[in-house]
Nanobody, 125 residues
Framework: QVQLVESGGGLAQAGGSLTLSCTAS????????LGWFRQAPGKEREFVGA????????YYADSVKGRFFISRDNAKNTVFLQMHRLKSEDTAVYYC??????????????????WGQGTQVTVSS
């Protein structure tokens, strides 16, 4: 049974930083992509970024490029989302997801088979 557990959400001030963690269990993820999505109230869930577990290649949405960074710790089966220069529009529930690696569809929700429960990030201005 694959499990993804996010942690690290909370309240931050605009311009500040937060780091989210996603710990994965239940299978080996060598051929997988670990992605981050977010969903703000009244909006659709959107792609934030992703990392190929095997190659560590990273991908980012334009809205977060240069501010958010994804990394992984293979030994701990954990992926991190470092968020800097936070803006009020970054406020959302952030979800970790896992799916078979695709260089073309890493930003599509349909590419991901497993999802975490989500963690709230609130940025105050």
């Amino acid at each position: 049974q694959v499990q993804l557990v996010e942690s690290g959400g909370g309240l931050a001030q605009a311009g500040g930083s937060l780091t989210l963690s996603c710990t994965a269990s239940g299978r080996t993820f060598g051929r997988y992509t670990l992605g981050w999505f977010r969903q703000a109230p009244g909006k659709e869930r959107e792609f934030v970024g992703a990392i190929s577990w095997n190659t560590a290649n990273t991908y980012y949405a334009d809205s977060v490029k240069g501010r958010f960074f994804i990394s992984r710790d293979n030994a701990k089966n954990t992926v991190f989302l470092q968020m800097h220069r936070l803006k009020s529009e970054d406020t959302a529930v952030y979800y970790c997801a896992a799916g078979i690696y695709s260089s073309s569809y890493y930003d599509s929700r349909r590419q991901y088979d497993y999802w975490g429960q989500g963690t709230q990030v609130t940025v105050s201005s």
